[in-house]
Nanobody, 123 residues
Framework: QVQLVESGGGLVQAGGSLRLSCAAS????????IGWFRQAPGKEREFVASRDWSGDTTYYADSVKGRFTISRDNAKNTGYLQMSSLKPEDTAIYYC????????????????WGQGTQVTVSS
C-alpha cells in the first residue's frame, strides 16, 4: 500500500510554470506507476499524464502534450508534474495516483490517490 501527498500548486499567470510533487510513503514505490489527473469545477476528473514503474512508458493527454512533463525520482519516493506554458483552462485540482507496474489513462484503475492540490491560472 502507498500513501500519496501532492504539493506545489498555486496561482500563476498564463504562460507561467509550476512543478507539482507527489510524495509517496510506503514500501516499493519503485514498483508503482504514477498518474496525474485533474478536475475543474463542474467537470469530470480527467487524465493528464502517467508514467510506468520503469519510466520507459509515458502517456499524456493531447491537451497537455508538449507543455507538461511527468517524471519520478525513486530515491526520493516522489513523482513530479512539470507544467509549462500554462493556460487558464489548466485551472483545476490536480491529483496524483498510483497503481502497480503499468501506466494507465483510466482513473478507475488507480487504487491509491492523494488529496489534490489546487492550480489556478489567471489570464
Amino acid at each position: 500500500q502507498v500513501q500519496l501527498v501532492e504539493s506545489g500548486g498555486g496561482l500563476v499567470q498564463a504562460g507561467g510554470s509550476l512543478r507539482l510533487s507527489c510524495a509517496a510513503s510506503g514500501r516499493y514505490f519503485e514498483n508503482y506507476a504514477i498518474g496525474w489527473f485533474r478536475q475543474a469545477p463542474g467537470k469530470e476528473r480527467e487524465f493528464v499524464a502517467s508514467r510506468d514503474w520503469s519510466g520507459d512508458t509515458t502517456y499524456y493527454a493531447d491537451s497537455v502534450k508538449g507543455r507538461f512533463t511527468i517524471s519520478r525520482d525513486n530515491a526520493k519516493n516522489t513523482g513530479y508534474l512539470q507544467m509549462s506554458s500554462l493556460k487558464p483552462e489548466d485551472t483545476a485540482i490536480y491529483y496524483c495516483a498510483a497503481r502497480l507496474w503499468e501506466a494507465s489513462t483510466s482513473s478507475r484503475t488507480y487504487p491509491y490517490w492523494g488529496q489534490g492540490t489546487q492550480v489556478t491560472v489567471s489570464s
